[in-house]
């Protein structure tokens, strides 16, 4: 059990496009899913925190305009990267938890902005 | 300072060998401590998940963890080539899946057969 899935596993997209990751939980009720970025050789870096049917939190740092979330369901959690810029080129993982657990990772989306 | 520090390594030993594998953090409120295997262009896989200090052994691998020196560990008995990997130590303030982690950089493992 606790398997998160996300699509798509690798995403090229050309700068100024926008971009939708999506975030699973397959076999559970998350009531918590989590955004992460993680650039080569650097730990994963929590971008922020979304609640069923709230708002999302966003860390110092990261532009909530520009990487909009979407917690849809209990299940879906989508990214959207709006204006891609080649800086933006990384690995997003997200990860969903279920009320008194764990975090369960996703396999990771790998996003190049050419 | 980061919160959060872990040898990159690489870390080299032969097949069968006991591995230790080690954090410190810099902020005493962390009280959730967890230790995950990262394969290359994947998702972390959760290994160990302690809360406050003491040990918890799972297999081949247990976690320590020692609040006061603000160190946590993770062993890894009879390795085996298949543990090869990157290991990423992270830690939360509160549990119950409502906080986002704070992690290290990971220690890349390399089992020789």
């Known amino acids: 059990g606790a398997v998160v899935s996300q699509h798509p596993s690798w995403v090229i997209c050309k700068s100024g496009t926008s971009v939708k990751i999506e975030c699973r939980s397959l076999d559970f009720q998350a009531t918590t899913m989590f955004w992460y970025r993680q650039f080569p050789k650097q730990s994963l870096m929590l971008m922020a925190t979304?609640?069923?049917?709230?708002?999302?939190?966003?860390e110092q740092g990261v532009e909530k305009d520009k990487f909009l979330i979407n917690h849809a369901s209990l299940t879906l959690s989508t990214l959207t990267v709006t204006s891609a810029h080649p800086e933006d080129s990384s690995f997003y993982i997200c990860?969903?938890?279920?009320?008194?657990?764990?975090?369960?990772f996703g396999p990771g989306t790998r996003l190049t902005v050419t | 300072q980061k919160e959060v520090e872990q040898d990159p390594g690489p870390l080299s030993v032969p097949e069968g060998a006991i591995v230790s594998l080690n954090c410190t953090y810099s902020n005493s409120a962390f009280q959730y401590f967890m230790w995950y295997r990262q394969y290359s262009r994947k998702g972390p896989e959760l290994l160990m998940y302690t809360y406050s200090s003491g040990n918890k052994e799972d297999g081949r691998f247990t976690a320590q963890v020692d609040k006061s020196s603000k160190y946590i560990s993770l062993f890894i008995r009879d390795s085996q080539p298949s543990d090869s990997a990157t290991y990423l130590c992270a830690m939360s303030i509160t549990g119950g899946g409502a906080d986002g982690l704070t992690f290290g950089k990971g220690t890349h493992l390399i089992i020789q057969p």
């Open positions: 990860s969903a938890s279920r009320r008194g657990g764990e975090q369960y």
């Open positions: 979304s609640n069923e049917g709230s708002k999302a939190t966003y």
